[in-house]
């Protein structure tokens, strides 16, 4: 089973950058792909990004493409989230997710359905 732990959320201003970080532990050599949802007050979680280790590589929500990188190294033990030019309607609780479940439909990826472990959260808040 995978375990996942976020860190790197804070406040910044509009136009500011930041970075979070998820590290997965446990049986890593079962991790098909690590993504980042994030839940704004009053709002369903929505999906962000993701990497896939296998082939299909990493893919942006197009609400933040362009402005938000997904990288991660290749132990299929950690992802970053690279969130440039913030905007406050970014503001929410970030949530990094693991799943050591094979689909070979990529767009599934985009959804909840995958992913079996989750981190509890990180809080960004951009200040207008």
């Known amino acids: 089973q995978l375990q996942v732990e976020e860190s790197g959320g804070g406040l910044v201003q509009a136009g500011g950058s930041l970075r979070l970080s998820c590290a997965a532990s446990?049986?890593?050599?079962?991790?098909?792909?690590m993504a980042w949802f994030r839940q704004a007050p009053g709002k369903e979680r929505e999906f962000v990004a993701v990497?896939?280790?296998?082939?299909?590589?990493?893919y942006v929500s197009p609400s933040v493409k362009g402005r938000f990188i997904i990288s991660g190294d290749n132990a299929r033990s950690t992802v970053y989230l690279q969130m440039n030019n913030l905007k406050p309607e970014d503001t929410a609780v970030y949530y990094c997710?693991?799943?050591?479940?094979?689909?070979?439909?990529?767009?599934?990826?985009?959804?909840?359905?995958?992913?079996?472990?989750w981190g509890q959260g990180t809080q960004v808040t951009v200040s207008s």
């Open positions: 990497k896939r280790w296998s082939g299909a590589g990493t």
């Open positions: 997710a693991a799943s050591s479940r094979l689909y070979y439909s990529s767009s599934t990826y985009y959804t909840e359905i995958p992913y079996d472990s």
């Open positions: 446990g049986r890593t050599s079962r991790n098909y792909g």
